[in-house]
């Protein structure tokens, strides 16, 4: 059981370490099964990250891009409700700076679990350090007994706010019964979100001569081809789920629902 204190000190002590990072990393949580003590019912993963969208986005907005705190906070509310399942949070993080170490445009990075990446735009930086922990949160998935499902969550793409705006999220998945399960319970919730396609043609635009793919691709759907990108480091046996959120997690605007601004 933990109080509200102390999930605010976990809060704030995971914002130092993420403020702090000086290469990318990723930070757990590990959430047993409550009732049991081990993963053996429900197994999902969450991961998040949040993304330096510049696309016309002023840096105020950009610091408060915090997405990662709701991975935490449910966990720790999925502890204290007692909830019959298990659950892993990862939190991949990376501070956005430019340095003698920054990657840069043509660079070839290895990702987690040995796929080459071409890096055509170093500002697609986030689905880079989500490929990471993708990958490895299905490595230790399967060696505690199998996930029952992986959910990603970030704020992804500016493309995502010119294809739906700053109130509806997008979801895309490789699992269409796992992704009417989740548009049910964000319905319940109130949260607004939208299935949008990861179209095979899109893929191609991937394709790198140097490396296994590239980390962007055609600009039209830009939303649609970094959902392709994640894919990519997906097990096709795993329910996966890809939300990006990048409009609706900070609201600028008038409070609207439960929304504040903020």
Same mark, same amino acid.
């Given at each position: 059981s933990h109080s509200l204190n102390d999930i605010m000190f976990f809060l704030l002590l995971f914002f130092l370490i993420a403020s702090t990072m000086a290469t990318p990393s990723v930070l757990k949580l590990l959430l047993p099964n409550s009732k049991t003590g081990i993963q053996s019912v429900k197994h999902p993963v969450v991961i998040s990250v949040s993304a330096d969208l510049q696309f016309g986005i002023n840096d105020q907005v950009v610091a408060k891009d915090q997405v990662e705190a709701a *991975?935490?906070?449910? *966990?720790?509310?999925?502890?204290?409700? @007692?909830? +019959?399942?298990?659950?892993?949070g990862w939190a991949p993080l990376a501070e956005n700076m430019v340095s003698d170490t920054a990657t840069r445009p043509s660079d070839v990075i290895t990702i987690y679990g040995g796929k080459s990446v071409e890096v055509l735009n170093p500002d697609a930086e986030g689905r880079l350090v989500l490929a990471d922990a993708l990958v490895k949160a299905a490595e230790v998935g399967k060696k505690s007994?199998?996930?029952?499902?992986?959910?990603?969550?970030?704020? /992804?793409?500016?493309?995502?706010? *010119?294809?739906?705006?700053?109130?509806?999220?997008? *979801?895309?998945?490789?699992n269409e019964e796992f992704s009417s399960q989740f548009l049910l319970a964000a319905e319940i919730a109130g949260e607004s979100f939208w299935p949008m396609p990861? %179209?095979?043609?899109?893929?191609?635009? /991937?394709?790198?001569p140097v490396a296994d793919l590239a980390n962007i691709g055609d600009r039209m759907g830009g939303m649609l081809v970094a959902g392709l990108f994640l894919k990519e480091?997906?097990? %096709?046996?795993? %329910?996966?789920?890809?939300?990006?959120?990048?409009? +609706?997690?900070?609201?600028? @605007?008038n409070a609207h629902g439960y929304t504040p601004v903020g």
């Open positions: *991975v935490v906070a449910a *966990v720790f509310a999925i502890a204290q409700l @007692k909830l +019959p399942i298990a659950l892993d007994g199998g996930l029952d499902g992986i959910i990603d969550v970030a704020t /992804l793409t500016g493309a995502q706010l *010119v294809a739906l705006g700053t109130r509806t999220s997008a *979801v895309m998945t490789n990861l %179209p095979v043609e899109l893929r191609a635009s /991937l394709d790198s480091f997906i097990d %096709p046996q795993t %329910p996966w789920l890809h939300l990006d959120i990048a409009g +609706p997690a900070y609201n600028e @605007k």
